[in-house]
């Protein structure tokens, strides 16, 4: 096995990625770390896509690369102290109260308007394969603006999943309407829809279990406005990441959780965060005894949103640079 780039310290292991080419006489020369190289067209283009081979391996007709760790500065993000590796702040609500009166609208007064407006679903989750509104029209959120029907509209009233009201009004708050009412977006989504009584066919058995979220979802709803309560302890790095939320005294029990965040729930949504996945039906069943509505569940051990926004924050100082040069590429 002949070594042919040794400027990074092989910090992960050897990794052969196979490679089905055959070096032949006409093969081009590369150039790479002083070296000349004749290899096939294959492994070329593995180099040109960001691959800093370590070692090639023959094995008859098939060449593997073994791939060098990538460059990365001497202070690794890696080896610093986990409440030194967030670099970003966290998520923060962009829709305010004031905004939320103006471009909301409830899922009961939707339903009221329902032969007045044009439903408009927006969902890219795929959740829309499994329940849909019947008379409502699909149009992603990016082509609101060119749909002529869409914009030939006098009342719209855009539908999603409940958790992604963020990315919609992002969508269309600058959507020039040529004097027609703005654009509506029902709160809560297609669940609360069902549950105001409008319209919706297929499996509709999902709006009444837990309805568990994943961290990009969990920061969809802390954008959203979506209120944010953590049942027991926090640590400091949950503290840090998570930023604005309640606290549920594990002990009090259920019944009594659920009476103290009677007053603060709101159209932007509720998210509990628990620690162990086995309270999920618990809090669930309490919930929608008490609201009858499901809260969305967040399950964090106490670590793993953290990790997600330390991932997010190597993503973010590594987007410019080139693939052989990221500390965040794994």
């Known amino acids: 096995m002949k070594n042919i780039d040794n400027h990074c310290s092989d910090r992960q292991g050897a990794q052969k990625i196979s490679l089905i080419g055959r070096v032949t006489a006409g093969s081009s020369p590369i150039m790479h770390g002083g070296n000349v190289l004749y290899l096939g067209h294959v492994f070329a283009a593995a180099m040109l896509i960001g691959y800093s081979a370590k070692a090639i391996a023959l094995a008859g007709d098939e060449k593997a690369i073994v791939p060098a760790s990538q460059s990365c500065p001497p202070a690794q993000a890696e080896h610093l102290e986990p409440t030194k590796r967030i670099t970003l702040a966290p998520p923060r609500p962009i829709i305010q109260d004031s905004t939320r009166s103006k471009i909301f609208v409830s899922a009961s007064g939707g339903v009221e308007e329902l032969g007045k407006a044009l439903l408009v679903d ?67 989504g297609v669940p609360e829809w069902h549950r105001a009584g409008g319209p919706v066919a297929g499996d509709t058995s999902v709006f009444d279990g837990p309805a568990e979220v994943n961290e990009q979802e969990f920061v969809q709803l802390i954008r959203q406005g979506a209120i944010v309560a953590l049942v027991g302890n926090a640590t400091p790095l949950q503290r840090q990441a998570i930023g604005e939320f309640m606290e549920l005294p594990p002990g009090a029990g259920v019944e009594t959780n659920t009476a103290s965040v009677r007053p603060r729930l709101s159209d932007a949504g509720f998210v509990l965060v628990l620690s162990n996945r086995a309270d999920v039906g618990l809090w669930t069943r309490a919930w929608i005894t008490a609201f009858h509505r499901s809260p969305f569940i967040f399950v964090d051990p106490g670590d793993r949103y953290v990790k997600f926004l330390d991932q997010q924050s190597r993503i973010a100082a590594n987007a410019g640079k080139p693939l052989q040069h990221r500390c965040d590429w794994r």
Not at 148 to 174: C, H, N, P, S, W
């Open 122 to 188: 927006v969902r890219l989750s795929a959740g829309r394969a499994k329940e849909w509104v019947p008379d409502a029209i699909r149009v992603p959120p990016d082509f609101l603006k060119i749909n002529a029907l869409v914009q030939g509209t006098d009342l719209v009233f855009l539908i999603g999943d409940g958790k992604d009201e963020a990315r919609i009004y992002e969508a269309v708050k600058d959507i020039p309407r040529k004097n027609l009412k703005p654009l509506k977006i029902i709160s809560g």
